[in-house]
């Protein structure tokens, strides 16, 4: 190779370096403006996916507002159409109440009717059959009852027709027993009179019949206050008189002496005609010698 080959391959060879070196450069320069470009992506797409989440959330406030605005709306349109139909509802409901309340009502009026009917029939039964002294202690019962205006007059009658026989009945036999000298019937029969008649001019004729029973059966104590009750109910006035003597006898009994002189000398001095006024007399007598009365 001559020297002009040689010169002109040198200057090839440092036009390809020069050439390399300007493709070296430009590439950095390229490579430059790819990372550049590369960074304004970065950041369009940073920012782009901030405006997605706004949008997003912008998105989502919307649908959610939408939403309750028109869930509102259903609800008034709802409320609109269905308020008449709750008022309704609650007026059936309460007509339902009184309803049940009126039938209950007349379910315990028909039970009370029919207990009532059963009592009634019961104690008709009693009256009927002359059981005086059922028929007197199961009024109370009775009369508890719903029964009717009629029942109920006719039933208070058919008491006091038993209570008056069962009167009549004890005075009766006891007055018989009396006369008889039976003196255990007598009080017992009396006794029975006044368990159904303690008030009135027959309750005070009994209580001197066994006020003076008990007296002679030797029970002093008690004939003393039965006959106290009967000259409490103007015994003395129905004819009577003797009736002051016997308690006065009583007393007597009981070694209440001051106050058996006492009932002696009034009944003496009350009822001076009387076949046991000189008894009365010499008895007070007696008692005022007493040394030492027992009061």
């Known amino acids: ?162 209570r008056s026989e069962i009167v009549d009945a004890g005075y009766l036999t006891g007055l018989d027993a009396f006369r008889r000298r039976n003196y255990d019937v007598a009080v017992t029969e009396l006794r029975r009179g006044l368990a159904y008649q303690a008030e009135g001019a027959r309750a005070a004729e009994m209580r001197y019949h066994l006020g003076v029973a008990l007296y002679k059966k030797g029970d002093p104590e008690e004939a003393a206050s039965v006959l106290t009750l009967a000259l409490a109910g103007r015994v003395e006035q129905a004819g009577f008189t003797d009736t002051r003597f016997y308690l006065a006898a009583a007393l007597e009994q009981l070694g209440r002496y001051a106050e058996a002189r006492t009932e002696y000398d009034r009944f003496a001095s009350e009822y001076p005609q009387s076949p046991l006024a000189p008894a009365a007399r010499h008895k007070s007598a007696q008692l005022a010698r007493v040394a030492v009365p027992r009061n």
Do not use: C, H, W
């Not at 002109?8 to 320069?29: H, I, M, N, S, W």
């Not at 550049?36 to 782009?48: E, G, I, M, N, P």
């Not at 008022?87 to 009502?105: N, T």
């Open 1 to 162: 190779m001559n020297d002009q080959e040689l010169s002109q391959l040198r200057q090839d060879l440092a036009d390809l370096g020069r050439r390399v070196e300007e493709q070296a450069v430009l590439t950095r320069k390229t490579q430059g403006q790819l990372v550049s470009l590369a960074d304004s992506v970065a950041q369009v797409v940073s920012r782009q996916r901030r405006a997605d989440r706004r949008v997003s959330l912008n998105s989502f406030v919307a649908y959610l507002l939408f939403t309750i605005l028109l869930g509102g709306g259903f609800f008034v349109l709802y409320q609109s159409r269905i308020d008449p139909y709750i008022d309704q509802r609650d007026q059936a409901i309460a007509q339902l109440e009184d309803a049940q309340e009126r039938v209950a009502q007349v379910e315990g009026e028909i039970k009370n009717r029919k207990d009532a009917d059963q009592a009634a029939y019961e104690f008709y039964q009693l009256v009927r059959a002359n059981k005086r002294d059922k028929v007197v202690s199961t009024y109370g019962q009775v009369d508890q009852a719903s029964l009717t205006p009629t029942e109920r007059a006719l039933f208070a009658d058919a008491v006091d027709r038993a």
